[in-house]
Structure formats: C-alpha cells, structure tokens
C-alpha cells in the first residue's frame, strides 16, 4: 500500500515561484512513475509534469520551461519546482504514484496566484 503526502503549497504572487514536495510512504519507490496533477476551480484534472523510475521526465505544454519536476529515491520524495507562476496556475495540485495500472492519489496541495 502506498501512501502520498504533498506539501509547499501556498500563497504567491504572479510571476512568483514556489516548491512542493510529496512524500511517499510505502515500498518500492524506485519502480513508481510519479506524476503531477492540477485542478482548479470547476475545471477538469489536467497532467503537469511526469518523471519516470529511470528518471526521465515530461511536461505539459502550459508549464514547459517553468516548471521542473525531480525526484529523490533514497529521500522517496518528488518534488515539483514552480517558476513565474501565472495566474491559470492556481490550482490543488495532487501528487500520483504510477505503477503496472494502479494509481496513487495524494490529498493535495492548494496553490494560489494572485496580487
């Protein structure tokens, strides 16, 4: 069983920058495809940044070149570094463990963008 905690999720200003992190409680994170999602207000859940067990990574147009995702195995951590965030940035963003079909769902992170 896995269990995702995410963090770092806070108030900023547009073309401000923020860290979150998510921790995954469980074994074998070294095999799991961690990927970002985001949700904003009645909107659709939407994929913002993947990296796979080998350390490849992919990223969703709308955040190419700001945004950068990493992860730690011995740490069992994956982060995601935010820059000159937007105001269509402002979404719960929710951390996801992928692997051989099953999915893993953190509680999610509030981020806000505003002046």
């Known amino acids: 069983q896995v269990q995702l905690v995410e963090s770092g999720g806070d108030l900023v200003q547009p073309g401000g920058s923020l860290r979150l992190s998510c921790a995954f409680s469980?074994?074998?994170?070294?095999?799991?495809?961690m990927v970002w999602y985001r949700q904003g207000p009645g909107k659709q859940r939407e994929l913002v940044a993947g990296?796979?067990?080998?350390?490849?990574?992919n990223y969703a147009d709308f955040v190419m070149g700001r945004f950068t995702i990493s992860r730690d195995n011995a740490k069992k951590t994956v982060d995601l570094q935010m820059n000159s965030l937007k105001p269509q940035d402002a979404a719960v963003y929710y951390c996801n463990a992928q692997l051989l079909g099953n999915y893993y769902w953190g509680q999610g992170t509030q981020v806000t963008v505003s002046s």
């Open positions: 469980g074994s074998m994170f070294s095999l799991y495809a």
């Open positions: 990296i796979s067990n080998r350390g490849s990574t």
